[in-house]
């Protein structure tokens, strides 16, 4: 049984830092891709980022240059390295797994659609204030 959990959440200032950990148990993470989403309230859950087999990553614009996606076989986890925080990052962040891997200009890719991924985890909280 997969099971995914989240933890490194909190509250932090604007422009402040934050590094989500979703560990990973009957699942390796170095298959197929995995990712992060996001959802804040009101709103539709979005992709933030995921990373393929081969480590090849992708961001969401809203993100790129801020966050970093990265995982550590040995320990079957995956990180979110979240810098320059701003108030509309605030939303409950979600590790996804099991996802969709496709092929192209030489190497793997994912996509950031929820209805690619296969495992999902409970969600931390992240708000940042102004």
């Known amino acids: 049984q997969v099971q995914l959990v989240e933890s490194g959440g909190g509250s932090v200032q604007s422009g402040g830092s934050l590094r989500l950990y979703c560990v990973a148990s009957g699942y390796s993470v170095s298959s197929n891709c995995m990712g992060w989403f996001r959802q804040a309230p009101g709103k539709e859950r979005e992709g933030v980022t995921a990373?393929?087999?081969?480590?090849?990553?992708g961001y969401a614009d809203s993100v790129k240059g801020r966050f970093t996606i990265s995982q550590d076989k040995a320990k079957n986890t995956l990180y979110l390295q979240m810098n320059s925080l701003k108030p509309e990052d605030t939303a409950m962040y979600y590790c996804a797994a099991g996802g969709m891997q496709y092929y192209g200009g030489g190497g793997f890719y994912c996509l950031l659609k929820a209805t690619d991924f296969a495992y999902w985890g409970q969600g931390t909280q992240v708000t940042v204030s102004s």
């Open positions: 990373i393929a087999s081969d480590g090849t990553s």
